[in-house]
């Protein structure tokens, strides 16, 4: 069974920083894109960041590059997300997902809470 | 970045409806449109692709439709596990973008 759990959500004071943690199973990991999808409190779903299989491609979207960075552990089977310079608009539901050979996500993970407020 | 415009935006019908999502790309996508459902405190769940296609293990009262800039999820006859948030998803290219989602509700 694919299972994605997501871990290291918190309340944060603005401009912090802040690692999350994604632990794969129930798949071969070391070979699917894997994404962070955020939602905010009372909008939609917003995809942040994906990375390719073996780590070397990473793509953002342009509202948080160059403060999010994706990375991924093959041998623990495990995704990150390091957050700096942390806003109030990051305040969100942060989701893992797996990716089908092309871009849609076929399993989710239930998400960790990130509160950015002072 | 490529537009996703859902409507409406909040649906009410009961057990046992047939109801249909509308989902509008900016711009051509082909058919790379995907459909999720997604419970208050739960996982997303993946419900089709590549806008027809049903994921495994998802009943086939739901149905997607359409290709280039307009697109409709179907479920046939609305079951009480079915209320939930819907948000359609293009990945024809970068930035992936979702829509605003579609709550369906108990009427």
């Known amino acids: 069974e694919v299972q994605l759990v997501e871990s290291g959500g918190g309340l944060v004071q603005p401009g912090g920083s802040l690692r999350l943690s994604c632990a794969a199973s129930g798949f071969t990991y070391s070979t699917y894109w894997m994404s962070w999808v955020r939602r905010a409190p009372g909008k939609g779903l917003e995809w942040v960041a994906n990375?390719?299989?073996?780590?070397?491609?990473?793509k953002y979207v342009d509202s948080v590059r160059g403060r999010l960075t994706i990375s991924r552990d093959n041998a623990k089977n495990s995704l990150s997300l390091q957050i700096n310079s942390l806003r109030v608009e990051d305040t969100a539901v942060y989701f893992c997902?797996?990716?089908?050979?092309?871009?849609?996500?076929?399993?989710w993970g239930q998400g960790t809470v990130v509160t950015v407020s002072s | 970045d490529i537009q996703m415009t859902q409507s409406p935006s909040t649906l009410s019908a009961s057990i046992g409806d047939r109801v249909t999502i509308t989902c509008r790309a900016s711009q051509g996508i082909s058919n790379w449109l995907a459909w999720y459902q997604q419970k208050p405190g739960k996982a997303p769940k993946s419900l089709i692709y590549v806008a027809s296609s049903l994921q495994s293990g998802v009943p086939s009262r739901f149905s997607g439709s359409g290709s280039g800039t307009d697109f409709t999820l179907t479920i046939s006859c609305l079951q009480p596990e079915d209320f939930a948030t819907y948000y359609c998803?293009?990945?024809?290219?970068?930035?992936?973008?979702f829509g605003q989602g579609t709550r369906l509700e108990i009427k």
């Open positions: 997902a797996r990716q089908t050979s092309r871009d849609a996500f076929d399993f």
């Open positions: 998803q293009q990945y024809d290219s970068y930035p992936i973008t």
């Open positions: 990375i390719n299989p073996d780590g070397t491609q990473k």
